[in-house]
C-alpha cells in the first residue's frame, strides 16, 4: 500500500505484507502522517475496497483531521496515480528480481523507494524534477516570494 502526495508524486507513506487489509493501508497512512505531520485538513483519496470502509480507517481518518475521498464505483481512473506508481516499481524493480524471502524484498522495495523514487526518479507532472526536488524548488520559490 502506499499513500502518494498528488502534488509531487512523493511516496510519503508505505507499507507491505502478503495480505491486503485495513492494517496495511492503516500502516502506510501511519507512516505518511508520521512523515508530514499535517497541520491542516488533507483529502486522502482510496478505491472502494474493503480495508478503505472499514470502521478503524474512518476513525484514523478522523483521529488525524484526514478527510475520505472515494469516486463513484467503476471510476476505472480514481486512483492512476498509484496504479502508475505500481506500474513503474513492479517494471523497474520487481520484475526484474527474485527475491528469496519477503525481507529481501521489503529491503529491495525500500531502496527504490526512498533511494530512487522520491529523490531521483523525475516525472513530466514535476517539472521533470524528482519528487523531493520538485518539493524543495516550490517551497524555495515561495519562501522567495515572501
Known amino acids: 500500500a502506499v499513500v502518494v502526495d498528488l502534488f ?3 511516496v510519503v507513506g508505505w507499507s507491505m505484507d502478503s495480505r491486503m487489509n485495513k492494517d496495511l493501508v492503516l500502516q502506510a497512512l501511519l507512516a505518511a502522517v508520521w512523515r508530514r505531520k499535517p497541520k491542516q485538513p488533507i483529502m486522502v ?21 484526514l478527510q475520505p475521498s472515494m469516486s463513484r464505483r467503476g471510476n476505472c481512473h480514481d486512483n492512476a496515480v498509484a ?14 528480481n527474485i527475491y528469496k524471502t519477503r525481507e529481501h524484498a521489503r529491503q529491495d522495495i525500500f531502496d527504490y523507494i526512498e533511494m530512487f523514487y522520491n529523490p531521483v526518479r523525475r516525472h513530466s507532472h514535476a517539472a521533470n524534477l524528482s519528487p523531493v526536488n520538485y518539493e524543495q524548488q516550490y517551497f524555495s520559490e515561495a519562501t522567495n516570494c515572501l
Request: hydrophobic share 30%; net charge positive; charged share 25%.
Open 8 to 10: 509531487s508524486r512523493q
Open 83 to 96: 496504479e502508475s506508481f505500481f506500474q513503474l516499481l513492479k517494471r523497474e524493480r520487481i520484475k526484474r
Open 45 to 65: 483519496h482510496s478505491d472502494q475496497g474493503s480495508q478503505f470502509t472499514s470502521y478503524e480507517y474512518a476513525a484514523f481518518l478522523a483521529n488525524h483531521n
